[in-house]
């Protein structure tokens, strides 16, 4: 039987469905009000599930919990406070910053917009899996996507955007690294500068334009992962990662094969409405870049899915490639039907995710 707080957190989705026609101001602040009030009971009164309940065990003895620096120092910050529910304020702090990273990510200029950037990351998978379980990988992800954002612009804040998030979980290390790489291999491919103003794999050559179509870039892509991720997988042998080769899934978890099917779903769908879309309208820039970087996760969930080994490996993956949905839908401009069928199809389908309604209906 579903629980109250999956009940709610379906509702709370499907009036996102209106998106589809062209709103006023008013309906829109309206829909996104409801939203953010139905999701905040969720968080305000849901009880704690899954490792929450561990951290706050440990908190409550007077403890401190594993042993990334960043994390270690705020749960030594947190105990001084004189408030109870310590696991609460950590996971409170968390959702703040990720609210705030999520406004000034998306520069809405007026209440409204900036209704809808809180309503939508409060229902994003990435939010509730953030605050609500993996704490320390939620923390580290915010940093994580805006160094990768800053990459481009600012390389020294950026690396000081990684060194923060890598003091929170150390996998961080292993996403900037792969980054970095793959970023390098496609501007050997294709103008990655250009893309993210026109948002179209071109390169020049010999002062003549060679324009390379979608699937050609992500065939190529996906063979050039299948061959790293054969040698990575190797590597990583003899690196202190080499529990997770030998990760076994706890009974009643999905397995990646089953969890890629609605991904697989949900990509290829939204996918097809961008493309539609950039005949009519234009992105920002840091739009373009999060939709080539869920693409680039995307590929390797894919390339990833023989290796039976890697299945938490291949979780923290999906998480991260939630934490780049969720600002992709906030960077998103409503311009055309497209647009809206993207952001109403991809939000509307996160109130059906198993991982959450688990969460939400755990006793």
């Known amino acids: 039987m579903i629980s109250e707080y999956a009940f709610i957190w379906i509702l709370s989705h499907l009036?996102?469905?209106?998106?589809?026609?062209?709103?006023?101001?008013?309906?829109?602040?309206?829909?996104?009000?409801?939203?953010?009030?139905?999701?905040?009971?969720?968080?305000?009164?849901?009880?704690l599930t899954y490792d929450l309940i561990v951290y706050n065990e440990t908190l409550e003895s007077g403890a401190i919990y594993g042993q990334d620096v960043g994390f270690i120092l705020l749960q030594y910050i947190v105990l001084h406070i004189p408030l109870e529910n310590k696991v609460n304020i950590i996971s409170g702090i968390l959702g703040i910053l990720i609210i705030f990273a999520a406004i000034l990510m998306s520069k809405q200029r007026n209440i409204v917009g900036n209704l809808q950037v809180i309503a939508v990351i409060l229902g994003s998978i990435y939010f509730l899996l953030s605050t609500q379980n993996v704490l320390r990988q939620g923390y580290s992800s915010l940093f994580l996507i805006i160094s990768i954002i800053l990459l481009f612009k600012n390389k020294l804040a950026s690396l000081l955007f990684f060194l923060i998030s890598y003091s929170f979980h150390a996998s961080a290390s292993i996403f900037y690294i792969s980054t970095i790489f793959t970023y390098f291999v496609e501007s050997r491919i294709f103008n990655l500068k250009l893309y993210f103003m026109t948002m179209k794999f071109t390169k020049y050559f010999r002062n003549k334009e060679l324009r390379f179509s979608y699937g050609l870039m992500f065939t190529i892509l996906l063979l050039i992962l299948v061959v790293v991720s054969f040698f990575g997988y190797h590597f990583i042998k003899y690196t202190k990662y080499s529990h997770y080769l030998d990760f076994t899934l706890i009974?009643?978890?999905l397995l990646p094969a089953q969890?890629?099917?609605?991904?697989?779903?949900?990509f290829i769908f939204t996918e097809i409405l961008l493309r539609k879309s950039s005949k009519y309208s234009?992105?920002?820039?840091?739009?373009?870049?999060?939709?080539?970087?869920?693409?680039?996760?995307?590929?390797?969930?894919?390339?990833?899915?023989?290796?039976?080994?890697?299945?938490?490996?291949?979780?923290?993956?999906?998480?991260?490639?939630?934490?780049?949905?969720a600002f992709l839908l906030i960077t998103l401009k409503l311009q055309n039907i497209?647009?809206?069928?993207?952001?109403?199809?991809?939000?509307?389908?996160?109130?059906?995710?198993?991982?959450?309604?688990?969460?939400?209906?755990?006793?």
Not at 259 to 266: E, G, P
Not at 339 to 345: E, G, K, P, Q, W
């Open 15 to 47: 009036i996102f469905v209106i998106y589809i026609l062209k709103l006023g101001p008013y309906i829109r602040l309206l829909i996104n009000s409801i939203a953010i009030v139905l999701l905040l009971y969720i968080y305000f009164t849901k009880p």
């Open 251 to 253: 009974e009643g978890r």
């Open 259 to 266: 969890k890629i099917i609605f991904i697989a779903i949900s």
């Open 282 to 325: 234009k992105q920002s820039e840091v739009f373009a870049q999060l939709r080539l970087l869920r693409l680039n996760l995307f590929v390797l969930l894919l390339v990833l899915l023989p290796y039976s080994g890697l299945a938490e490996a291949w979780s923290r993956i999906l998480f991260f490639y939630f934490c780049v949905e």
């Open 338 to 363: 497209y647009d809206r069928l993207f952001f109403t199809f991809t939000i509307t389908s996160y109130s059906v995710y198993l991982n959450a309604l688990s969460i939400l209906s755990y006793h």
